[in-house]
């Protein structure tokens, strides 16, 4: 059982170069989530999805863009890669309800020059 | 302005020693969560609390969720090497539903 997968693991983007987060999970959670982490703010919330179809903003969605088309996957799309984008970005998901918990992949370190 | 204040931010420790991490907020909160992250890897989940004034235990860690469910402490007694890690609390708001907002944090090392 594979939980959350994400991929690349790294990557390097120029300014302005855009590219795709890839997020599968194959515990048919409805919910899926993404989040970036910088150091000492904690996590911050970039889009989040409650089924396939549904898409949300979350506390910072600017400069990024989501789908969900099925189930399991749910790519985050930078655009315009900017310097501040620099960041350990975080997929998750989760069963029914926020209370079952988060189940989070193991990230994906950007770092844009 | 963080919605899930942690304190402290950092803490160093000798094994053996007894720690408390405290998650406070202004916001009333439907459930509130604990995790455990190591580098390189996602946070994982050591419990959910939903109920004012419950007390979880997990061997040596013990978590509680105030009455008002509005703060949460976590206790470790007699750290292990093992505790050491980035422990983060997150709640969801009983406004928001389907997404939990995190506390930037705690990073506990224990030294042998």
């Known amino acids: 059982n594979a939980g959350v997968t994400q991929t690349p693991k790294f990557r390097i983007l120029k300014i302005g170069q855009s590219m795709t987060l890839q997020c599968a999970q194959d515990?048919?959670?409805?919910?899926m989530y993404w989040y970036r982490q910088d150091p000492g703010m904690g996590l911050k919330l970039i889009y989040y999805s409650v089924g396939a179809g549904i898409t949300d903003k979350g506390e910072v969605p600017n400069g990024y863009n989501v789908s969900r088309s099925t189930t399991e996957d749910f790519p985050l799309r930078l655009e315009l890669a900017a310097p501040s984008q620099t960041s350990v970005y975080f997929c998750?998901?989760?069963?029914?309800?926020?209370?079952?918990?988060?189940?989070f992949g193991s990230g994906t370190r950007l770092t844009v020059v | 302005t963080q919605l899930l204040e942690q304190s402290p931010q950092f803490l160093s420790i000798q094994e053996g020693e007894n720690l408390t991490v405290y998650c406070n907020s202004s916001?009333?909160?439907?459930?509130l969560q604990w995790y455990r992250q190591e580098p390189g890897e996602g946070p994982v989940l050591l419990v959910t609390?939903?109920?004012?004034?419950e007390v979880k235990k997990l061997k040596r860690l013990t978590f509680q969720f105030g009455d008002a469910r509005k703060d949460s402490s976590l206790h470790i007694t007699a750290a292990q090497p093992g505790d050491t890690g980035l422990y983060l609390c997150?709640?969801?708001?009983?406004?928001?539903?389907?997404?939990?907002?995190f506390g930037e944090g705690t990073q506990l090392t224990v030294n042998p």
């Open positions: 998750a998901s989760s069963y029914l309800t926020v209370n079952y918990g988060y189940t």
């Open positions: 916001s009333v909160f439907s459930s």
């Open positions: 515990m048919n959670h409805n919910y």
């Open positions: 609390v939903v109920t004012g004034g």
């Open positions: 997150a709640g969801e708001e009983e406004t928001s539903g389907s997404r939990l907002t």
